[in-house]
């Protein structure tokens, strides 16, 4: 089934702390996972992305996770500040598929 | 330098009216995406387009039109606007790299009253 979960569907943290976005999936075709990042007003962007042949990625402040045996992934924002406040939406993609199946999103307030 | 851009970013239109959504990459991209964004839905995939000429459904088509005239450009079209329409909507431009990365547009706020 084509479908990506994500939870939770809201989330508030305080300035500094670590933030953790999950999400599964049950296609096991899917074998890109990218998460965007989206500012209120505006359309989503490429946050970071991760292939199913790697268990992580960094980039700064954001890392994902990938666990293929359980088919779940994660991100986790590291001394978290309130310009990270927006909706994160995780995604899967097999290849050579047009589609992108997109998570329905997870709103992040960081409160200073 | 904006590489997606949407047009208009707002309209309101009437029940039963034709509307225009108009969407320009300049990415040089051959696919091109429409979703509409609903507060508990997410994302979702209304039509597709792999090249010019061609169009495709994705989840939630009915009620919907597209047309790709060329590469950088792709219109999405509600013949009967309804209020269920009521979204926002926004392109995206993707190519079959690598990075697989969509690139959205700022959106379209459309009010079907």
């Known amino acids: 089934q084509q479908q990506v979960r994500q939870s939770p569907q809201s989330l508030t943290v305080w300035e500094g702390g670590t933030t953790v976005l999950t999400c599964s999936y049950e296609d096991s075709t899917f074998n890109y996972f990218p998460w965007y990042q989206q500012f209120p007003g505006e359309g989503p962007a490429l946050l970071i992305s991760?292939?199913?042949?790697?268990d992580k990625k960094e980039d700064g402040r954001f890392t994902t996770f990938f666990n293929k045996r359980e088919k779940k992934l994660s991100l986790h924002i590291i001394d978290s500040q309130p310009g990270d406040s927006a909706t994160y939406f995780c995604a899967a993609k097999s290849t050579n598929a047009y589609k992108v199946i997109f998570g329905k999103g997870t709103h992040l307030h960081v409160l200073p | 330098e904006a590489a997606v851009t949407q047009s208009p970013r707002n309209k309101v239109a009437v029940t039963g009216g034709k509307v225009t959504l108009s969407c320009n990459q300049t990415n040089n991209h051959n696919n091109m995406y429409w979703y509409r964004q609903d507060t508990g839905h997410g994302l979702r995939l209304i039509h597709y387009?792999?090249?010019?000429?061609?169009?495709e459904k994705g989840d939630i088509p009915d009620g919907y039109k597209a047309s790709r005239p060329s590469q950088e450009n792709f219109s999405l079209i509600l013949e009967l606007a309804t209020p269920s329409q009521t979204s926002v909507y926004f392109c995206a431009s993707g190519d079959r790299s690598f990075s697989y990365e969509q690139y959205f547009g700022p959106g379209t706020r459309l009010t079907v009253l």
């Open positions: 387009s792999y090249g010019a000429g061609s169009t």
């Open positions: 991760i292939l199913s042949v790697s």
